[in-house]
């Protein structure tokens, strides 16, 4: 969910607000982008008729994806240049957390790359030293609490 959706980015930029990406940022998602996110799931779970394994398969590789492209983890370069071919190593994931808004609307995927190649906004061409994580607008640790995040879809959108 980039900035071009311009209502289910007020929800999405809880997760982006996070100054520190790392495991705990895979889970830091407001409760209006969850409901939002799960009605969209049902949705699909019933008009494709998955079943019960394959949802539960589909949501252990998308927790276990998202808490990987969020960590800090460090790879060899070799395997590193390998797993942008198909999958979404953090270094990937880290360009979409940049605070620079062409640089976070931009690489998407969750467990492929393949997406992003497709879609044309797959960005490998980001210096991974200088990429500063977080809002620019959102740098303030008091403004990063449980209370006004929680208020942050509902207050006046700020990139």
Do not use: C
Request: charge should be positive.
């Amino acid at each position: 969910m980039g900035t071009r959706s311009r209502l289910l980015w007020r929800f999405h930029r809880v997760h982006h607000s996070d100054i520190d990406m790392d495991v705990p940022t895979a889970t830091r998602f407001h409760p209006g982008e969850i409901a939002i996110s799960a009605g969209i799931k049902l949705g699909l779970v019933y008009l494709l008729g998955v079943r019960f394994v394959e949802l539960l398969v589909f949501e252990t590789l998308l927790v276990a994806s998202a808490q990987l492209q969020h960590s800090s983890v460090r790879v060899p370069a070799a395997f590193e240049r390998a797993w942008w071919l198909l999958f979404v190593p953090p270094s990937m994931h880290r360009v979409h957390h940049s605070v620079v808004i062409r640089e976070r609307n931009t690489n998407y995927g969750t467990i492929f790359s393949l997406w992003d190649r497709i879609l044309g906004t797959l960005r490998t061409d980001v210096d991974q030293a200088r990429i500063r994580i977080g809002m620019g607008a959102y740098r303030d640790p008091a403004r990063l609490r449980l209370v006004p995040l929680l208020a942050l879809p509902f207050t006046r959108p700020v990139r």
